[in-house]
């Protein structure tokens, strides 16, 4: 799957890495539907790290198709509920 991380490139993330990412994801969505302001920003900058942990690094000259598209390191709860799906950033 092609992952683009807004402001920083695309990524190729195995589908076998999805649940991890999701659960993650879930987290995430948690906080931001309590407002937990703290706990989002915790868990955006680990769901990012963990992609690009997981993932391998599309050339910058490439400009592949992304199935999911996350938001910025520095993107604010408003920004990310903007993005939101009923389900959180990744799909189910």
């Given at each position: 799957?092609?992952?683009?991380?807004?402001?920083?490139?695309?990524?190729?993330?195995?589908?076998?890495?999805?649940?991890?990412?999701?659960?993650?994801?879930?987290?995430?969505?948690?906080?931001?539907?309590?407002?937990?302001?703290?706990?989002?920003?915790?868990?955006?900058?680990?769901?990012?790290?963990?992609?690009?942990?997981?993932?391998?690094?599309?050339?910058?000259?490439s400009l592949e198709p992304?199935?999911?598209?996350?938001?910025?390191?520095?993107?604010?709860?408003?920004?990310?509920?903007?993005?939101?799906?009923?389900?959180?950033?990744?799909?189910?």
């Amino acid at each position: 799957m092609i992952v683009r991380i807004m402001g920083e490139g695309q990524v190729n993330v195995a589908d076998s890495h999805l649940a991890e990412l999701n659960r993650l994801d879930d987290e995430l969505l948690a906080e931001m539907q309590s407002g937990d302001s703290p706990g989002f920003r915790r868990t955006l900058h680990a769901l990012l790290e963990r992609i690009r942990e997981l993932g391998e690094p599309l050339p910058d000259d490439s400009l592949e198709p992304s199935e999911l598209i996350l938001p910025a390191p520095d993107a604010t709860l408003e920004d990310v509920r903007k993005l939101l799906r009923d389900d959180g950033l990744i799909p189910g």
